[in-house]
C-alpha cells in the first residue's frame, strides 16, 4: 500500500475490502490500481474511508466484469 494510502484512517473493513480487491488484479496492474484509488481519494478529498466508500470506488471505476465478481465478495466482508 502506498504512503498516501497508509496515511488515511480506515474503518470497519475497508482495508481489508481493499486488499481483497488487489488480490484479484494481476501483479503487474496493481501499481496503476493504486494510483488510481489514489488519484479518486485526493479529487474527493477522502481523509476517511469507509465500507461504503469502497463501494462507491468500485461502482464508478471497476470494469463491469470486475463488479460482477468484486461487489459479491465485497459484501460478504461488510462489518
Do not use: C
Not at 488515511?8 to 496493481?30: A, C, D, F, R
Amino acid at each position: 500500500m502506498t504512503d498516501m494510502l497508509n496515511k488515511l484512517t480506515w474503518e470497519g473493513n475497508s482495508k481489508m475490502m481493499y486488499k481483497t480487491i488487489l488480490k484479484h488484479v494481476p501483479k503487474i496492474l496493481q501499481g496503476g490500481i493504486e494510483r488510481l484509488v489514489e488519484n479518486w481519494v485526493s479529487n474527493n478529498n477522502v481523509k476517511v474511508v469507509t465500507e461504503d466508500i469502497v463501494f462507491k470506488v468500485v461502482k464508478e471505476v471497476a470494469p463491469k466484469q470486475a463488479k460482477e465478481k468484486l461487489i459479491p465478495e465485497l459484501n460478504k466482508m461488510r462489518s
